[in-house]
């Protein structure tokens, strides 16, 4: 069986300050992705290595990392297309990394809370009234916003976000979008409060990567361009015409 | 030892709609979210085809009723489904309320599709991730709640019952190995199922049945362990999911001849798939998913299946629905067979093989999700109230765990309201316990010659080669004996990671620990049924048998190996009859 | 539920790693990223020469054509030729990212990507062409 060489990123804070590689043979299987290999080496190798993984099928967001220094989800890069190798496995760019292949992402959920992620109305509709009426095209305008998994390989391959921490990133902006564009949301106004600070999306300088990287073909950077002309269209007409609001 | 009214375990679906329950209707209770993961990385996610609740004029509750018990093979407790399917669609209406991207009609309703074993089109869905939508719908509804505390990566080892009442549980924090004592009023368990017992499965990696085990280990009863549901159309190799949905877009099966092999098993005669009626509910690719499994077991006996690297395929074929309506309404159908098995769906057939699926028993509760110990409440896939009897219908589950979880949230919070705050000294000595025992037996522990993906993998050998689609008395009692002895080598576990800081090897061993007892309740829960019903199917006992099973199965904790014992089944206005597909 | 950490009484010990100064040189999409950023100065320059111009010719007819002297050396010639490349660069990396940021729609479908661009070079051409009518 041919072989390929992952070389993984290790730290074990309890023992060492700084990270190193380690290098693992594993089994080159043609439909082998990087998980499994990983998942061979925690089973047959070595089993003190850490990563979070769970639906292995594009979905759930746990295992993003940096493959040869690309932001990917390791389920679905698949062995072969690194070929011969070896094949570097660090943890997503940008966040503290807190053993291993784990990162830290407490500053990730507390800026998805902060955009409002919910749909906000001054008024609930009854439950007896029955649903509220959304054409497919209207659908469609933020359809593609809510497909985000929240596997933040944005935010490792945003360098604004990691040169600026405090920038709100793609996904969260990604996200509040989703809900502005909502028919159902009346939260556009109280989202802009956080939108349109210097932590929102005056910090973005469309490196674009955000899109490049995404597994879901979300578009953060769209979503951040169109919040940019939007806001700018709402700050002109609250200085031009004042009585408007 | 942080203190709360209630504690949640588990964040998925129903965790995160009992959480909601409580918030809106007692905002001064205060709720403890608990998982081991982050809840959007919850199995609830993986969820493709839809939710089914009567919508339609055409349609009634008393037709999804009829349904439900039929495909269930009359072994749901009727009360229970009227409950069910009653209100199912004001809790679909509210997730539409709360955002969720449910699939609209040109004119802006809710958009329904046919789906296995319903009469109907009644399966409300958002293309075909429903699962995905609903919980990130229902994850970011209860954000803005600031009630409900969550505690993410925290990995629940033990629930603690004091004076004879669940106070709450015993948790390692992940990302510091910390262990600590979560207490409340009343705790709600929501951990799912537990695919993981089974080598080739749907099921994530975190479905390792925790939950049912733990409250197994306090004395709650799991019921009807012996009915698992393999879903016929898992992609070979990983057994990612291909959704029902693309049946009930008029997909369909065929063997190495390219011939429908449904109609040779009694589930209807084939309509041509350009013919106008095509797909016809409740027959031929739309029978109930036991059924349509079974029939592929016959076929692979009868040599018509096709060979393949991970074992024999049937082909699920969906390239007359067109690009476009794929794209529309199947994309990740499409994206997942392309990435996976490297075949479009829209030019060639998809390789599928039944694949273990969901667990139709697990913790014994009543409609209000009380399980026998008060103070304990469970809902989602990981209880048993039971709605789905011995099969369950594909697009059920979801909606399973909106009603019960929001059920389940209602009576703890009703529960908490009149019982005293949680007995700290007693719980505290309890964590202290617990904490001893886990440094002990995991942490600290030194020798050994077991490892754990070893024992792991025989574990899910021994399932499948005994606990299977078809069973019998040798193959079943084969599988109790080799988990009686995977049981003792798991005494003699070697662990390599001493660490406390996200230490994955150590919830491995917990989670094997745990898959264990489940397997175990399975498996003799499955030796002591001598009847076929549903998904349970005994070679040496072929046929249903209402006089001696029209039962639930309860299996006890007790020592060696369970102790099983029976529960009558509710029956209300449905009285026990032939299960009719296709004719 | 409000995601902040509130709960944690231990903190780990984290590894946090710091971007180096050159982070944009290992990937070529960073590279670009710069290079399109870089290229904005060659913008400004353009502005500060106009306000150089006007100054002189607010100075009279003298400072005016040695001005334009000026403009006409070999060095600014090579100058300009250079800045010229560089607004070409980065006028069009502008124009390929505009449908980003302008999402349009006749009745019910989306304006494409391609349409939105074309629609700005088509500007471009069309505000160059009259620019160049009058100077010409």
């Known amino acids: 069986m041919e072989k390929i060489a992952l070389e993984v990123f290790r730290y074990r804070p309890e023992e060492e300050q700084t990270p190193t590689f380690q290098t693992y043979e594993v089994p080159l299987h043609k439909d082998w992705v990087i998980l499994d290999a990983l998942n061979y080496v925690k089973d047959e190798l070595d089993g003190t290595l850490s990563f979070r993984h769970s639906c292995r099928m594009g979905v759930c967001g746990s295992c993003g990392m940096m493959v040869n220094g690309d932001a990917v989800l390791s389920c679905a890069a698949f062995l072969t297309d690194y070929r011969p190798g070896p094949i570097r496995v660090e943890p997503l760019a940008n966040f503290p990394v807190l053993r291993d292949l784990v990162i830290e992402m407490n500053d990730f959920m507390a800026k998805l809370n902060r955009v409002m992620p919910w749909v906000v109305r001054e008024q609930e509709k009854p439950v007896e009234e029955g649903e509220y009426l959304q054409t497919p095209e209207e659908l469609m305008d933020y359809k593609p916003y809510a497909m985000c998994i929240n596997c933040m390989l944005c935010y490792a391959a945003c360098p604004v976000y990691g040169l600026e921490p405090e920038f709100i990133g793609p996904a969260a902006i990604a996200l509040a979008q989703r809900y502005n564009l909502d028919n159902r949301d009346e939260g556009n106004a109280a989202r802009m409060e956080i939108l349109s600070t210097d932590e929102g999306v005056w910090q973005c300088t469309l490196v674009g990567e955000c899109s490049t990287v995404c597994p879901k073909a979300v578009d953060p950077a769209g979503a951040i361009q169109r919040y940019k002309v939007a806001s700018t269209t709402a700050w002109w007409k609250s200085k031009l015409l004042p009585w408007s609001r | 030892m942080p203190a709360h009214d209630i504690v949640i375990v588990g964040g998925g679906g129903a965790g995160l709609r009992a959480a909601i329950a409580i918030a809106e209707a007692a905002p001064s209770l205060d709720v403890a979210l608990v998982s081991k993961v982050y809840p959007m990385r919850s199995h609830t996610v993986a969820a493709e085809g839809g939710a089914a609740a009567v919508i339609r004029d055409n349609d ?368 505290d000595k309890q964590g202290v316990e617990e904490q001893h025992r886990l440094a002990r037996r995991f942490i600290q522990k030194t020798g050994g010659h077991e490892r754990i993906a070893g024992l792991r993998q025989e574990m899910r050998d021994a399932m499948e080669s005994g606990a299977g689609i078809y069973r019998t008395e040798a193959g079943l009692q084969a599988a109790c004996d080799a988990l009686a002895a995977l049981r003792e080598r798991f005494a003699d576990l070697q662990l390599d990671d001493r660490s406390l800081t996200f230490n994955t090897e150590l919830t491995a061993a917990l989670e094997l620990d745990f898959m264990l007892d489940v397997a175990e309740a399975i498996a003799h829960s499955a030796l002591a049924r001598r009847e076929s019903r549903g998904s349970h199917q005994r070679e040496d006992h072929p046929e249903r048998d209402d006089d001696a099973y029209l039962k639930h199965t309860l299996a006890f904790c007790n020592g060696a190996m369970p102790r099983i014992d029976y529960q009558e089944v509710s029956i209300t206005r449905w009285p026990p009859a032939e299960r009719v597909y296709g004719r | 539920m409000s995601h902040y950490p509130r709960y944690r009484q231990f903190y780990p010990k984290l590894y946090r790693k710091r971007m180096p100064i050159f982070w944009w040189v290992h990937k070529r999409a960073h590279i670009h990223f710069i290079a399109r950023e870089l290229t904005s100065v060659f913008v400004a320059l353009f502005a500060v020469e106009l306000v150089l111009l006007v100054r002189a010719l607010s100075e009279g007819p003298a400072a005016y054509a040695a001005f334009l002297d000026w403009l006409a050396s070999p060095l600014a010639l090579v100058l300009h030729a250079l800045a010229f490349a560089m607004l070409i660069f980065h006028s069009v990396t502008w124009f390929n990212l505009a449908p980003k940021a302008l999402v349009m729609r006749v009745g019910k479908t989306r304006v494409p990507a391609w349409a939105v661009a074309g629609a700005n070079y088509a500007a471009w051409v069309v505000v160059s062409a009259v620019l160049a009518w009058i100077i010409l």
């Open chain 2, 60 to 427: 009634s509750l008393d037709h999804h009723a009829v349904d439900t018990i039929s495909g269930g093979d009359w072994l749901a407790d009727q009360a229970a489904v009227e409950v069910f399917v009653q209100e199912a669609p004001a809790e679909m209406i509210r997730l539409e309320h709360w955002g969720c991207p449910w699939s609209r009609e040109p004119d802006g309703r809710v958009a329904v599709r046919p789906f296995g074993g319903m009469k109907l089109e009644r399966t409300w869905f958002a293309a075909d991730k429903t699962g995905f939508h609903l919980l990130h719908t229902l994850f970011q509804t209860s954000l803005k709640y600031g009630n409900i505390t969550p505690y993410d990566e925290s990995f629940v080892t033990r629930l603690l019952v004091a004076d004879g009442r669940c106070q709450g549980v015993a948790t390692i924090e992940l990302q510091t190995g910390h262990v600590d004592v979560i207490a409340g009023r009343a705790v709600i368990l929501c951990t799912g199922g537990a695919g993981r017992v089974f080598p080739f499965t749907t099921n994530g990696a975190i479905k390792t049945g925790d939950g049912m085990a733990m409250a197994y280990r306090v004395g709650v009863p799991l019921k009807d362990m012996e009915f698992v549901q393999y879903h016929p159309t898992g992609l070979p190799g990983t057994g990612i999911l291909i959704t029902e949905a693309s049946r009930g877009e008029g997909g369909i099966l065929v063997n190495r001849d390219g011939y429908r092999y449904l109609q040779d098993y009694d589930l209807g005669t084939p309509l041509d798939v350009s013919d106008e009626r095509h797909p016809v509910k409740k027959s031929m690719e739309l029978g109930p998913r036991d059924r349509l499994s079974q029939a592929f077991v016959k076929e692979q006996q009868k040599g018509r299946t096709i060979p393949g690297p991970y074992g024999d395929v049937v082909h699920l074929d969906i390239r007359h629905l067109g690009q476009a309506r794929i794209d529309k309404k199947l994309p990740f159908v499409r994206e997942l067979a392309t990435k996976y098995v490297n075949i479009d769906p829209v030019y060639e057939p998809i390789p599928v093989r039944p694949v273990l699926h969901y667990f139709m028993g697990g913790i014994d509760t009543d409609v209000e999700g009380a399980t026998v110990l008060p103070g304990l409440y469970a809902a989602g896939e990981c209880a048993c109230v039971n709605i789905n009897g011995a099969n369950r219908l594909g697009s059920n589950s979801l909606t399973e765990l909106l009603v019960f979880g929001a059920r389940a949230g209602k009576a703890a919070a009703a529960f908490a309201r009149e019982h005293p705050p949680p007995d700290l000294a007693q719980l």
